[in-house]
């Protein structure tokens, strides 16, 4: 049983370049979640899907930003001219509609923007 | 809109202790889950343990249970018999149940564990 995947687990960039992240979710969960979290503090949400569908973006989510889950299975997060600010932990979960939808965690993907 | 609030930002615990961490919470919707994560210096979170608010027991997971006090809207954690490996970042967590599928975290407790 494997559990969420992120790649990469680290990226350093330049100001102004794009970057894109990748999150494979548990096989069987259809639902699958972004959020950053910045240094001292919890995680905030960003974007969920479910299967395909994005349900709900946040509004951290700027144009800069953009989420695609193609086929229901992986996913990517893309931020376009990065900014200092970006610099963060960028984390994906997993989840299957249940009882309780517990959201199981990726590794993270570390973004420092220079 | 939903709040998290963890009022310990670091704890320090003897090995073998038992410890407490605090975590107050507050929503206006009927129906919800509370989560606590534990997140190692490597950076996963990991989930432990969830109580759902219409729950009549408290819930246990091995060392970890959730003292959960509805009217004081509170979900303390409670690890039992502290060990090394437990210290971590832990964060406290909630959901609505219904039309809101995000969670809320809060600030986290940084716990350490000395030998």
């Known amino acids: 049983d494997t559990g969420v995947s992120q790649d990469p687990r680290h990226k350093i960039t330049k100001r102004g370049q794009n970057v894109t992240f990748r999150c494979d979710p548990i096989s069987e969960h259809n639902r699958l979640y972004w959020y950053r979290q910045t240094l001292g503090q919890g995680p905030e949400f960003l974007t969920y899907?479910?299967?395909?569908?994005?349900?709900?973006k946040s509004r951290l989510l700027s144009d800069r930003f953009s989420a695609e889950r193609p086929k229901g299975s992986f996913s990517t997060l893309e931020i376009q001219r990065t900014e200092q600010g970006d610099s963060a932990m960028y984390l994906c979960?997993?989840?299957?509609?249940?009882?309780?939808?517990?959201?199981?965690f990726g590794p993270g993907t570390r973004l420092t923007v220079l | 809109a939903q709040k998290i609030t963890q009022t310990q930002p670091g704890m320090f615990v003897q090995e073998k202790e038992a410890v407490t961490l605090d975590c107050t919470y507050d929503?206006?919707?009927?129906?919800?889950?509370l989560f606590w994560y534990k997140q190692p210096s490597s950076g996963e979170m990991i989930f432990l343990i969830y109580?759902?608010?219409?729950?009549?027991q408290n819930a246990t997971e091995g060392r970890y249970s959730l003292n959960f006090q509805k009217a004081r809207k509170s979900a303390n954690l409670v690890i039992s018999a502290s060990q090394l490996g437990d210290s971590a970042m832990y964060f406290c967590?909630?959901?609505?149940?219904?039309?809101?599928?995000?969670?809320?975290f809060g600030t986290g407790t940084r716990l350490t564990i000395i030998p």
């Open positions: 929503t206006s919707d009927p129906s919800y889950g």
């Open positions: 979960a997993s989840s299957h509609r249940g009882d309780t939808d517990t959201q199981y």
């Open positions: 899907f479910q299967n395909e569908a994005q349900l709900e």
């Open positions: 967590a909630m959901r609505a149940n219904f039309g809101n599928e995000k969670l809320t």
């Open positions: 109580q759902g608010s219409y729950d009549q």
